[in-house]
């Protein structure tokens, strides 16, 4: 399935639409919703171009939201280290540069052709082409990094609710970790899973909440949730 290919499901949900709020919601809902890993994949890669702009007219701002939160609980100073996951094309990044983030940051994303417009923003250190597996351990020194930001990734077909032990594993002790999932109806079975696997880290010792909130995700009103867009945000530290 091609992005260009959107049913009559959202075709509907986006009559009352602008033109060019129906075309990047199209894209959003498509990718959003695909089948599978590999095909979330390749809609990506046929999306990096426009990804920005489409992110951009739907008001996406849960870049802004992750690391202005972030930065409160961290040091902001020239070896302070943040590791952003599925950092895709570099919103957060923008975002840390912005707010006159003075650290280190590093970028892993699956999708090479996202990963390429990251690059051409000069924001980050590294960039490694690396997806994300609940049963693997990210290729990184243990401990590592003072924190990491993953904005908007988990969900269905993109990171599995078991990624944040592999991601928590990257951040020191006392290190912050910060990601969303979107709080609509759509989300709940997968929202539930994900704090089944974070409620499974605080048990063991792993991780401890410093906070939960919703805040908005996309703040064009969207047909989804007859709304703006929310997201869950969670904010641990490493034990």
């Keep these: 399935m091609m992005v260009s290919e959107v049913g009559s499901y959202w075709q509907e949900r986006l009559s009352n639409m602008s033109e060019t709020e129906s075309k990047a919601w199209d894209t959003v809902g498509i ?14 890669s046929e999306w990096a171009q426009k990804y920005d702009s489409d ?17 409160k609980y961290i040091d902001n100073t020239p070896s302070t280290k943040v590791l952003d996951v599925a950092a895709g094309t570099g919103k957060c990044g923008e975002v840390f540069k912005k707010l006159g983030f003075k650290g280190i940051m590093d970028a892993i994303e699956i999708n ?35 924190a990491a930001v993953c904005a908007g990734s988990f969900g269905p077909h993109h990171l599995a609710p078991g990624c944040v032990a592999p991601i928590s ?7 912050v970790t910060i990601f969303s999932c979107r709080a609509t109806p759509q989300a709940t079975e997968y929202r539930d899973l994900l704090e089944n696997e974070i409620d499974k880290l605080e ?17 064009v009103k969207c047909r989804e949730t007859g709304n703006s867009m929310m997201s869950k945000v969670y904010v641990y530290h490493r034990l």
């Design 203 to 219: 048990k063991a010792g792993m991780i401890a909440r410093i906070e939960v909130k919703e805040m908005t995700h996309y703040a």
């Design 112 to 146: 090479g052709a996202m990963l390429e417009i990251a690059k051409r923003k000069s924001l980050y250190r590294n960039h490694t082409e690396m997806g994300v597996y609940p049963d693997k351990s990210i290729p990184i020194v243990d401990g590592l990094y003072d």
């Design 31 to 44: 990718v959003t919703y695909s089948n599978s890993r590999q095909q979330a994949d390749e809609l990506y």
């Design 55 to 71: 992110l951009d007219t739907l008001k996406y701002e849960t870049p802004q939201n992750l690391v202005t939160e972030l930065l």
């Design 169 to 175: 594993h990257t951040l020191r002790q006392g290190g």
